[in-house]
Each structure stands twice: as structure tokens, then as C-alpha cells.
């Protein structure tokens, strides 16, 4: 009987390890297909814009009327130049300012937004985690439905109240959409449901008016939620490209984002160096923030021990 079991537990343990190994060679396959694109464009940033024309030529190519041509020939993805140029970067940082302006544009748009949407969203968050009501439930699945909507859907709503109130082509038009975007309010407010009552109710014995457990209780319990949350509103906004399109018809306003599909022929060799660029800031967030975004999404909330 006791040979029998043990001869159970080893072939479970086989399979155990089996599993194990398939999980961490499909994690490290899709790890590997991920991060293949980033590796690719700071590798192909450093290549010579003949050298990049070699290899991708034919991807960009056009008529003498400027339409774009089908070509079957395999492109040449090569990870490492065959000599390492600093020349694009030289050329957009000192030589072309028009891309730098557009990075700024970028920062314009979306510090301000990540900063009052978060500022709209935990005054927001806190009347709906604190009171209860059949008027604050109606407000509060309006805001679902609206998160639940497609961007795409809401574009054309946008332009016409931008339209009217007169703010149309100016970046008020891309600012205020996204400081009342319901998405930060939505998931602060579950957040926000998730602290204990007992902590609340605490505090209002000790005598903590409705600001002081505000300001003092739940913004230090929601820490992590808020950086979480202002980390995908940073991405969400830092990538926008349709807002841009339809609510600013001066290019000039356009963030780099947009700038980043236009770039012509001519300029093949400075999209990579441009790319790796405007990855500069998200990569830099998502490295200094990953300790908080992972706590964000999984703090249940209440005290930790």
C-alpha cells in the first residue's frame, strides 16, 4: 500500500511538473512576442536611414502619385545594425523641432487630464461609496454605460458640444472630455466600497468631520488605487489618436501620437528614433509604478497588516 501511494505521488508530481514547465514556456513564448516589436524599434533606431531602407523599404513604398503599392518581397527584420548611428536622434532632437513640439503637445494633453480626472474622480468616488440612494444608483449606472461605451461611439457627441459651446480646434476640446471621463470614478468608487465601515465610523467618533475622513482616511487607504488608476489614465490618454483627429483640424495642436502615422517617405529612418522616443515616458512610469499598479488592482482595501 505504501509503495503503491508513493508510486501516486511521483507520477502526480511528474504531472505537476509538466504543467509547470508547459505554463512557463507559453508565458516566455508570449513574453518573447511582446516585447519583440519594442526590441526591434530601439535596435533598428541606432541603423543608418540607408540601412533601414534596405531592409524596409519596400513596406513604405509608393507611386509617383503618392498611393500606396502592394509589394509581396519579404521584409528583412534584422535586430542588430551593421553600425550603430546616432544620426536620427541628432536629427529630431536638434534638427527637426517639429517632433519635439508634438511630444510636448502629448505632455500638454495628458498630465492635465491624468491630474483632474483624478481630482473630478475622487470627490466623485467618495459621495458614491459614502451615501446610498436611489438618485446616486441612477447616476452611477449612467456612468457604466458610458464607460462601457466605445470611444468611437461618443466622438461625434463631443464634436457637436464643442462645436456649440465654442471650443472646437482648441485643446479644451480633447481636456474636457477626458477630465469627466467616468472611467477613473468607476473604479475608485469600487475601490473606495471596499474600505471597512468600521474604519469610517472611527473616525466620526473621534470627531472627523466629512473632509477630514476624506482627506486623512480614505485617500491614504485608496493610495494604491489612485496611482494605479492614474497609470492606465496615462496610457489611455498618452496613446490617443481619434480625439486629436476629429476635435483639432490645426495639425499644429496634434500630439505625437497622431504625428507618428504621418511620417512620409523621405523620413522612414527617423519613425524608429521618433518611437522610441514617445516609449520613453510610458516605460518610465510603468517601471517606477509597476509595484503600485499590481497593488492598485489587488488591494481589497482596509488596513494591511
Known amino acids: 500500500m505504501n509503495k503503491y501511494t508513493a508510486r501516486i505521488r511521483r507520477k502526480k508530481?511528474?504531472?505537476?511538473?509538466?504543467?509547470?514547465?508547459?505554463?512557463?514556456?507559453?508565458?516566455l513564448f508570449f513574453a518573447i512576442l511582446f516585447i519583440m516589436p519594442i526590441f526591434l524599434t530601439i535596435t533598428n533606431s541606432f541603423m543608418s536611414a540607408s540601412e533601414?531602407?534596405?531592409?524596409?523599404?519596400?513596406?513604405?513604398?509608393?507611386?509617383?502619385?503618392?498611393?500606396?503599392?502592394?509589394?509581396?518581397?519579404?521584409?528583412?527584420?534584422?535586430?542588430?545594425?551593421?553600425?550603430?548611428?546616432?544620426?536620427?536622434?541628432y536629427t529630431v532632437?536638434?534638427?527637426?523641432?517639429?517632433?519635439?513640439?508634438?511630444?510636448?503637445?502629448?505632455?500638454?494633453?495628458?498630465?492635465?487630464?491624468?491630474?483632474l480626472q483624478l481630482a473630478v474622480a475622487t470627490?466623485?468616488?467618495?459621495?458614491?461609496?459614502?451615501?446610498?440612494?436611489?438618485?446616486?444608483?441612477?447616476?452611477?449606472?449612467?456612468?457604466?454605460?458610458?464607460?462601457?461605451?466605445?470611444?468611437?461611439?461618443?466622438?461625434?457627441?463631443?464634436?457637436?458640444?464643442?462645436?456649440?459651446?465654442?471650443?472646437?480646434?482648441?485643446?479644451?476640446?480633447?481636456?474636457?472630455?477626458?477630465?469627466?471621463?467616468?472611467?477613473?470614478?468607476?473604479?475608485?468608487?469600487?475601490?473606495?466600497?471596499r474600505i471597512p465601515t468600521e474604519v469610517i465610523e472611527a473616525a466620526q467618533i473621534d470627531g472627523a468631520d466629512e473632509w477630514y475622513i476624506f482627506s486623512r482616511v480614505n485617500m491614504p487607504l485608496c493610495k494604491g488605487g489612485i496611482a494605479a488608476i492614474s497609470i492606465l489614465v496615462f496610457f489611455d490618454y498618452w496613446n490617443m489618436v481619434e480625439q486629436p483627429l476629429i476635435l483639432l483640424p490645426d495639425s499644429d495642436l496634434h500630439p505625437l501620437s497622431v504625428f507618428l502615422s504621418k511620417i512620409n517617405t523621405g523620413e522612414i529612418s527617423l519613425a524608429f528614433a521618433v518611437a522610441v522616443i514617445y516609449l520613453v515616458p510610458p516605460m518610465l512610469i510603468f517601471l517606477y509604478g509597476e509595484d503600485y499598479l499590481v497593488e492598485g488592482i489587488s488591494y481589497q482595501g482596509g488596513i494591511k497588516g
Open 13 to 27: 508530481k511528474r504531472i505537476d511538473n509538466l504543467k509547470t514547465f508547459l505554463v512557463t514556456a507559453a508565458a
Open 52 to 89: 533601414i531602407s534596405a531592409n524596409y523599404g519596400s513596406v513604405f513604398a509608393t507611386t509617383k502619385q503618392g498611393g500606396k503599392v502592394f509589394i509581396s518581397k519579404t521584409v528583412n527584420l534584422k535586430f542588430i545594425p551593421d553600425i550603430v548611428s546616432f544620426y536620427q536622434y
Open 123 to 193: 470627490l466623485a468616488s467618495y459621495g458614491f461609496a459614502r451615501y446610498d440612494g436611489k438618485f446616486k444608483r441612477v447616476i452611477f449606472f449612467s456612468y457604466i454605460i458610458m464607460m462601457l461605451m466605445p470611444y468611437q461611439v461618443t466622438l461625434v457627441p463631443n464634436f457637436l458640444v464643442s462645436k456649440a459651446i465654442g471650443i472646437y480646434g482648441t485643446r479644451w476640446s480633447i481636456w474636457l472630455p477626458g477630465i469627466f471621463s467616468p472611467f477613473a470614478v468607476y473604479l475608485l468608487t469600487k475601490f473606495m466600497k
Open 93 to 115: 532632437l536638434f534638427k527637426s523641432p517639429e517632433y519635439l513640439f508634438k511630444f510636448w503637445n502629448s505632455i500638454i494633453y495628458t498630465v492635465p487630464i491624468v491630474v
